[in-house]
């Protein structure tokens, strides 16, 4: 049996379906993620969850497009 990446193993340390990792596993496919886009993915609270994947140590910069939307951008975790 192969050894779980690195990644895998961050996205793993949570519930596969947990809002968490569902974040998780799109900050690091597409880069970012919006507060409109958790929304429509059914994740509420998301700034709370972004908030706890910082304080896991992932680094996460928030940006304010307009006085409603905020996109969530995972930084280099070389």
């Known amino acids: ?3 779980p990446t690195k990644t895998q193993l961050e996205v793993t340390k949570h519930r596969p379906d947990s ?3 569902r974040i998780l596993r799109r900050l690091k496919s597409e880069g970012r993620i919006t507060n409109i886009e958790m929304v429509n993915l059914r ?3 998301g700034s709370e969850r ?3 994947l910082k304080r896991e140590g992932h680094a996460i910069r928030s940006i ?3 006085q409603t939307t905020w996109v969530y951008v995972l930084e ?3």
Request: aromatic letters at 0%; a negative charge.
């Open 43 to 45: 994740i509420l609270r």
């Open 1 to 3: 049996m192969k050894e």
């Open 50 to 52: 972004i908030r706890d």
């Open 76 to 78: 280099d975790e070389d």
């Open 19 to 21: 809002q968490v990792a």
């Open 64 to 66: 304010q497009l307009n």
